[in-house]
């Protein structure tokens, strides 16, 4: 229960004791709320017709959207709780047009039918609640099942406004001269019992708390059933704040349906095409994928590139004429394209010996490659992959080596910039900075600054290796780093895995030096593991003295069972931590003094009351400002201010 409270909001905690304070005041202030509703009592018939055709619209909404998903959970737990709102919703409105004062239906309007259609609705709702939330069937059903499911709700529905319409002359009384009656608070009573239940079993720890919404309804709905209790006349504010309560506990329906049932899978959905077009776009090939009348649908970046079109040109239109051409640029018959045969037959193909135009004109040789495109066993269209084969047929030695230089340069900074925009949520710390400095284009060097809560996880590493090799294990490190992080606490923990993924699927003559170290800023505690790396300097503050610290681990991919420790320090007030790469402190000429001496130096002329990103950024510049000799490697500097 109390890891229920600390999961609310401020706002939603701040919203449930206003509600109870103001339930309290409608149940104690009955001569203040009385007057204060007077002047709008003559619109007490329009107002309940309001809220209960809100109430209304969200148990429609809960059943049409129920209809709509099962057919994606096939949920026996969620088809009751849906259908069953088809019998509320229906109960509602029988209430909401016999309600005293409201026009004929049926019957004339009275306060006996439209209580007994109250009551059947309220008792109907909370056995949902009971069924869903304290004894869930956990069962999945076929799909035909649910037509028999909401024409069975319906059919109760039906049966139950039968039942009122045609006895309810019979039927026990439910509002006497002076408000309710035994009968009727007992069935409040009982409403209010199993919403309670409900609230306690969502609130307790163990729950899932994707129903923390449920808890919200049922405690409105039980202010609400308190409320239609104590009110002395069906025109009196207690009756209509009842309804409002009821509303706000609809409200919370409707919120988990948006949330867990529209919202949380629009989410999912959009994050996993985000990462398939980063995937789609991250490859060298070109991809384009075309329906069965022969219309671009998508393209990928590289295919863009060697075609030299926009995606808003050639998107929705049959690309063949405009690209696939013979070897001197006449256009190819539909009849001789591999596409074409694809979406025709289904079968994938595969041929060396094809042709594409640019939009400048000039033809160029390319690989192709053809897949149908299937969905539930039907094909929908057909995936071209391609790549230009100029380079390797190319008469010019120089040119080709230079196109293939230049291409692989520009995927691999592409790379790396859309991997440094992960790295700039530690931007708005001011206890935190790193710079790293590529040596040419690609950057071997990488760091992370992952904040979480009070502690702050940190890493700095140096791939061995230049160029688009090192760029492309940087990628694979960092994501790698971003999922051990995620699953691991401990520095060593996450180099054990670090080191297990760099050995099996890296070069043998292939490796990493790796840091990893943790902050807690709650109690100063600053725990580190290193894999080869370069120590960590710890500067003292009060004593004005620099500590080296490291594990000394091996680094990693060399073995793959190496091991590695975790050790802690506790840091004083004032104090830095810095991480760096070996291009920091690496001095090319033998008579230069030693380059860990260099950086001691550039810290003792920084300003160390700056914040930890232009701290990072003065200290390598003095650092450099100090070196002796050029600078021949990628810089990464790191400092933690405690």
């Given at each position: 229960?109390?890891?229920?409270?600390?999961?609310?909001?401020?706002?939603?905690?701040?919203?449930?004791?206003?509600?109870?304070?103001?339930?309290?005041?409608?149940?104690?202030?009955?001569?203040?709320?009385?007057?204060?509703?007077?002047?709008?009592?003559?619109?007490?018939?329009?107002?309940?017709?309001?809220?209960?055709?809100?109430?209304?619209?969200?148990?429609?909404?809960?059943?049409?959207?129920?209809?709509?998903?099962?057919?994606?959970?096939?949920?026996?737990?969620?088809?009751?709780?849906?259908?069953?709102?088809?019998?509320?919703?229906?109960?509602?409105?029988?209430?909401?047009?016999?309600?005293?004062?409201?026009?004929?239906?049926?019957?004339?309007?009275?306060?006996?039918?439209?209580?007994?259609?109250?009551?059947?609705?309220?008792?109907?709702?909370?056995?949902?609640?009971?069924?869903?939330?304290?004894?869930?069937?956990?069962?999945?059903?076929?799909?035909?099942?649910?037509?028999?499911?909401?024409?069975?709700?319906?059919?109760?529905?039906?049966?139950?406004?039968?039942?009122?319409?045609?006895?309810?002359?019979?039927?026990?009384?439910?509002?006497?001269?002076?408000?309710?009656?035994?009968?009727?608070?007992?069935?409040?009573?009982?409403?209010?019992?199993?919403?309670?239940?409900?609230?306690?079993?969502?609130?307790?720890?163990?729950?899932?708390?994707?129903?923390?919404?449920?808890?919200?309804?049922?405690?409105?709905?039980?202010?609400?059933?308190?409320?239609?209790?104590?009110?002395?006349?069906?025109?009196?504010?207690?009756?209509?704040?009842?309804?409002?309560?009821?509303?706000l506990g609809y409200y919370y329906l409707l919120k988990h349906i948006y949330h867990r049932k529209i919202e949380k899978p629009y989410t999912e959905l959009h994050n996993l095409s985000a990462r398939h077009k980063l995937l789609l776009n991250s490859v060298a090939e070109g991809i384009y994928g075309i329906d069965k009348e022969g219309k671009v649908t998508f393209i990928n970046d590289s295919a863009k590139k060697m075609l030299?079109?926009?995606?808003?040109?050639?998107?929705?239109?049959?690309?063949?004429?405009?690209?696939?051409?013979?070897?001197?640029?006449?256009?190819?018959?539909?009849?001789?394209?591999?596409?074409?045969?694809?979406?025709?037959?289904?079968?994938?193909?595969?041929?060396?010996?094809?042709?594409?135009?640019?939009?400048?004109?000039?033809?160029?040789?390319?690989?192709?490659?053809?897949?149908?495109?299937?969905?539930?066993?039907?094909?929908?269209?057909?995936?071209?992959?391609?790549?230009?084969?100029?380079?390797?047929?190319?008469?010019?030695?120089?040119?080709?080596?230079?196109?293939?230089?230049?291409?692989?340069?520009?995927?691999?900074?592409?790379?790396?910039?859309?991997?440094?925009?992960?790295?700039?949520?530690?931007?708005?710390?001011?206890?935190?900075?790193?710079?790293?400095?590529?040596?040419?284009?690609?950057?071997?060097?990488?760091?992370?600054?992952?904040?979480?809560?009070?502690?702050?996880?940190?890493?700095?590493?140096?791939?061995?290796?230049?160029?688009?090799?090192?760029?492309?294990?940087?990628?694979?490190?960092?994501?790698?780093?971003?999922?051990?992080?995620?699953?691991?606490?401990?520095?060593?923990?996450?180099?054990?895995?670090?080191?297990?993924?760099?050995?099996?699927?890296?070069?043998?003559?292939?490796?990493?030096?790796?840091?990893?170290?943790?902050?807690?800023?709650?109690?100063?505690?600053?725990?580190?593991?290193?894999?080869?790396?370069?120590?960590?300097?710890?500067?003292?503050?009060?004593?004005?003295?620099?500590?080296?610290?490291?594990?000394?681990?091996?680094?990693?991919?060399?073995?793959?069972?190496?091991?590695?420790?975790?050790?802690?320090?506790?840091?004083?007030?004032?104090?830095?931590?810095?991480?760096?790469?070996?291009?920091?402190?690496?001095?090319?000429?033998?008579?230069?003094?030693?380059?860990?001496?260099?950086?001691?130096?550039?810290?003792?002329?920084?300003?160390?009351?700056?914040?930890?990103?232009?701290?990072?950024?003065?200290?390598?510049?003095?650092?450099?400002?100090?070196?002796?000799?050029?600078?021949?490697?990628?810089?990464?500097?790191?400092?933690?201010?405690?």
């Amino acid at each position: 229960m109390i890891a229920f409270f600390q999961s609310l909001t401020l706002s939603t905690r701040l919203l449930v004791l206003i509600s109870v304070f103001f339930f309290t005041a409608l149940n104690l202030q009955v001569d203040f709320f009385t007057t204060l509703y007077e002047p709008i009592r003559a619109n007490h018939v329009a107002i309940h017709s309001i809220l209960e055709v809100a109430s209304i619209f969200v148990a429609l909404a809960i059943a049409l959207h129920g209809w709509i998903s099962f057919r994606e959970t096939m949920s026996a737990n969620w088809l009751m709780f849906s259908a069953m709102f088809v019998a509320v919703a229906v109960l509602d409105a029988l209430h909401t047009v016999t309600f005293e004062g409201m026009p004929y239906f049926i019957i004339d309007s009275n306060s006996l039918v439209a209580a007994w259609f109250w009551i059947a609705a309220r008792l109907t709702e909370s056995i949902i609640f009971l069924v869903v939330v304290l004894f869930p069937l956990k069962s999945r059903v076929k799909l035909f099942v649910r037509n028999y499911v909401y024409l069975l709700a319906l059919l109760y529905a039906a049966s139950v406004a039968f039942f009122i319409f045609k006895y309810y002359a019979d039927l026990p009384l439910l509002i006497g001269e002076r408000g309710p009656t035994s009968l009727k608070n007992g069935f409040e009573y009982v409403t209010m019992i199993i919403h309670a239940a409900v609230l306690i079993k969502v609130m307790s720890s163990k729950f899932d708390m994707n129903f923390r919404d449920f808890s919200f309804a049922s405690f409105y709905l039980i202010l609400s059933s308190w409320l239609f209790t104590s009110y002395e006349a069906i025109t009196e504010y207690r009756n209509m704040a009842g309804h409002v309560f009821k509303v706000l506990g609809y409200y919370y329906l409707l919120k988990h349906i948006y949330h867990r049932k529209i919202e949380k899978p629009y989410t999912e959905l959009h994050n996993l095409s985000a990462r398939h077009k980063l995937l789609l776009n991250s490859v060298a090939e070109g991809i384009y994928g075309i329906d069965k009348e022969g219309k671009v649908t998508f393209i990928n970046d590289s295919a863009k590139k060697m075609l030299g079109y926009m995606q808003e040109e050639i998107v929705g239109l049959d690309l063949h004429d405009l690209i696939h051409c013979t070897s001197d640029g006449h256009c190819l018959s539909k009849t001789a394209c591999l596409a074409w045969q694809t979406s025709y037959d289904g079968k994938s193909r595969i041929s060396k010996d094809q042709f594409f135009q640019h939009r400048d004109g000039h033809v160029f040789p390319i690989s192709m490659k053809t897949e149908p495109m299937l969905e539930n066993g039907e094909q929908r269209g057909t995936v071209i992959t391609f790549y230009d084969l100029s380079r390797e047929l190319a008469f010019d030695e120089l040119q080709r080596e230079k196109k293939e230089i230049d291409l692989e340069l520009q995927l691999a900074v592409k790379l790396q910039e859309s991997l440094s925009m992960q790295q700039r949520k530690w931007k708005l710390l001011e206890d935190v900075g790193a710079v790293s400095v590529p040596y040419r284009a690609l950057n071997g060097d990488f760091y992370s600054i992952v904040p979480q809560g009070d502690l702050l996880m940190m890493a700095i590493a140096d791939i061995s290796g230049k160029g688009v090799p090192a760029a492309i294990q940087k990628s694979m490190m960092v994501y790698a780093l971003e999922d051990f992080n995620s699953r691991y606490e401990e520095p060593h923990d996450v180099l054990t895995s670090m080191n297990s993924f760099v050995h099996d699927y890296t070069s043998d003559y292939s490796f990493v030096t790796l840091t990893m170290a943790n902050y807690n800023k709650a109690n100063r505690l600053f725990s580190y593991s290193t894999g080869g790396h370069e120590p960590i300097i710890w500067y003292k503050a009060g004593i004005d003295e620099f500590i080296n610290l490291h594990t000394k681990n091996p680094a990693l991919g060399i073995m793959a069972d190496s091991t590695y420790t975790t050790h802690r320090v506790e840091l004083e007030p004032n104090d830095l931590i810095i991480l760096y790469t070996d291009g920091v402190t690496e001095c090319k000429e033998d008579d230069t003094s030693d380059g860990i001496d260099l950086l001691h130096r550039a810290v003792m002329k920084a300003d160390l009351s700056l914040p930890g990103e232009v701290l990072a950024k003065q200290v390598l510049e003095r650092v450099n400002e100090l070196r002796p000799s050029d600078i021949h490697d990628d810089q990464t500097i790191l400092i933690l201010k405690a």
